[in-house]
């Protein structure tokens, strides 16, 4: 996972924001962030834990990707009970941008909260200028979505479900995530899924949004 997953850095971190920009010129992106269920069986132990809000038994994972869909951080570990920015907030990437390790910003939807390096839509823009806001923040996302999308297409038991306990499902799904990234370097024609966020609109549900969106964090 460290050798094939990872940030953008120097010359490639340049070409990541161009790419980004020429999307619906969003400047400073290096990345689009979302979490998402891998389904498994019900595990022996805390399964309660592992119920997501749909109901079912999975692990919720973590995924950054770039503009190619190529995956650029990946946390697989937390029962999927745990929320996005939970998840987000205990990461090694949130201490990385907090601390300007990285720099540039990061792209995410409204579950998360809002900080000077991870941008979220507007709720109610009042405005044109929200209102292009939002546009270009929703286009310039959509490759987090088609990633995750891709990847499920690809390798069916992230969609179908992992019938092993949560550490062992967590090693396949690491694995998939490798191969996916591999894929992409290759070069590898993929079918373009039905996006996994057009089942989920990036305005989330007021209960499950981050009290911290409202306003930037210093």
């Not at 038994?57 to 999927?80: F, R, Y």
């Not at 690809?154 to 969609?159: G, I, N």
């Amino acid at each position: 996972m460290d050798d094939y997953v990872q940030m953008p850095s120097g010359a490639r971190q340049h070409t990541v924001r161009q790419r980004f920009f020429e999307v619906a010129e969003f400047p400073d992106v290096v990345g689009c962030i979302d979490g998402t269920h891998f389904k498994i069986k019900a595990p022996s132990a805390y399964q309660n834990a592992f119920v997501n809000r749909k109901g079912y038994h999975s692990i919720n994972a973590q995924i950054v990707c770039d503009h190619e869909l190529k995956m650029t951080n990946c946390v697989i570990k937390w029962p999927g009970s745990k929320h996005d920015s939970f998840i987000l907030r205990q990461s090694n990437l949130w201490a990385a941008f907090e601390e300007g390790t990285i720099t540039g910003m990061l792209l995410a939807d409204s579950g998360y909260p809002l900080r000077k390096w991870l941008m979220t839509p507007l709720l109610n823009p009042a405005n044109d200028a929200e209102d292009r806001y939002n546009n270009a923040h929703i286009k310039t996302r959509n490759a987090v979505e088609r990633c995750i999308g891709v990847l499920k297409r690809r390798w069916a038991c992230l969609q179908k479900g992992i019938t092993m306990e949560p550490d062992r499902a967590a090693v396949v799904a690491g694995a998939c995530v490798v191969l996916h990234n591999l894929t992409i370097q290759w070069k590898v024609p993929y079918e373009e899924p039905a996006v996994e966020g057009q089942e989920e609109n990036q305005l989330i549900p007021e209960n499950h949004r981050s009290p911290a969106g409202a306003t930037v964090q210093s």
